[in-house]
């Protein structure tokens, strides 16, 4: 069960992280910080979490939403899904902000295989990611990352 919240967190973190490094962060959005406030599970295969964001925003509001991702196996087999509930920033310095987090291991068998394979290694899975983000008056436009290894989200 500690491989999985350790897989978890990781999820939840990049859930946020993710938007920042793409195109949240140009929409004048800065992720300072973050950390892991608290992890539930919620079931023998799934578990809640909140992450706390320290971050700056330059316009009036953002939001983001629809916020979901799916870690694979190195051989690109689905391990964990996570969606994150909507996040509205709005412009100022040094925001403190919580947002709440689901993930679910795919299957039994994820559980078993995770279990067997007691990789921790970020370099061994990777994500997608997708949201929707919309800036002040403008229209939402969606954000997508394929295929990208979950040590590039831990790195930040």
């Known amino acids: 069960m500690k ?4 897989l978890f967190a ?11 490094s793409s195109a ?27 992450v706390t964001l320290t971050l700056s925003s330059s316009r009036r509001r953002t939001v ?7 870690i694979y196996k190195k051989d690109g087999q689905a391990f964990i899904i996570g969606r994150a ?8 310095d040094n925001q403190s902000v919580r947002v709440t987090g689901h993930g679910s291991l795919i299957s039994y068998t994820a559980l078993l295989s995770l279990l067997a394979n ?9 994500m997608d990611v997708s949201c929707t983000v919309k800036t ?8 997508e990352l394929k295929n990208v290894p979950l040590s590039d989200f831990l790195s930040k």
């Open 118 to 126: 007691p990789s921790l290694n970020p370099a061994d899975y990777t």
């Open 24 to 50: 949240v962060s140009k929409g004048g959005i800065t992720v300072h910080n973050w950390s892991l406030t608290s992890i539930r599970p919620t079931s023998f295969t799934s578990v809640d979490g909140v």
């Open 136 to 143: 002040g008056i403008h229209r939402p436009h969606p954000v």
């Open 3 to 6: 491989r999985f919240v350790a």
């Open 64 to 70: 983001i939403s629809d916020i979901t991702g799916t």
């Open 10 to 20: 990781a999820l939840v973190l990049a859930l946020f992280i993710a938007p920042d």
């Open 85 to 92: 509930d909507n996040l509205t920033i709005h412009r100022g």
